[in-house]
């Protein structure tokens, strides 16, 4: 486990995830709106949760980003992040509609029923907050021929 991974374990509160991934299968733990974003123009905040007529509570979709924290990765899916210069742990943008949501089932001490990790496909991912950082530091670069291309 990276470094940047245990960081982000730590900064978000993730779960253990129960599985490795395979092929180009990636897991994502999507990240919250801060409750200063939930607020609407006009000063009303937004509900975390309602309760239908039923008595039911549901959370409410607008809570949560499209974005959110790579948790891991499959053989094929790690190739071709790392050529993108995206690695595990980093803070990854991600299409609306990608993937589906896969419920943690309580196993253990310090997993919690009813978080939700985002499985989808490594092409899903559509930008890495980590990767201006990188190229800030020198740390990755994009070499260009005499003809300007690379």
């Known amino acids: 486990m990276s470094d940047l991974l245990k960081k982000r374990i730590k900064e978000f509160d993730i779960p253990t995830f129960p599985a490795a991934m395979t092929f180009d299968n990636i897991a994502i733990w999507r990240l919250k709106n801060p409750a200063e974003e939930r607020m609407t123009a006009g000063g009303l905040y937004k509900p975390e949760q309602y309760v239908d007529a039923k008595g039911v509570t549901h959370e409410v979709e607008a809570d949560v980003e499209n974005r959110g924290v790579l948790i891991g990765a499959g053989p094929k899916a790690l ?66 021929n005499a003809d300007g291309e690379h």
């Not at 790392?82 to 990854?92: L, N, R, T």
């Not at 990790?117 to 559509?126: A, H, M, Q, T």
């Open 79 to 144: 190739d071709q992040l790392w050529s993108q210069g995206i690695a595990i742990g980093e803070i990854v943008w991600f299409g609306r509609f990608a993937g589906d949501e896969k419920q943690i089932v309580k196993r253990g001490r310090g997993e919690t029923a009813g978080q939700y990790i985002l499985l989808c496909k490594s092409r899903d991912i559509i930008a890495s907050e980590d990767l201006i950082e990188h190229f800030a530091k020198g740390r990755l670069a994009v070499i260009r």
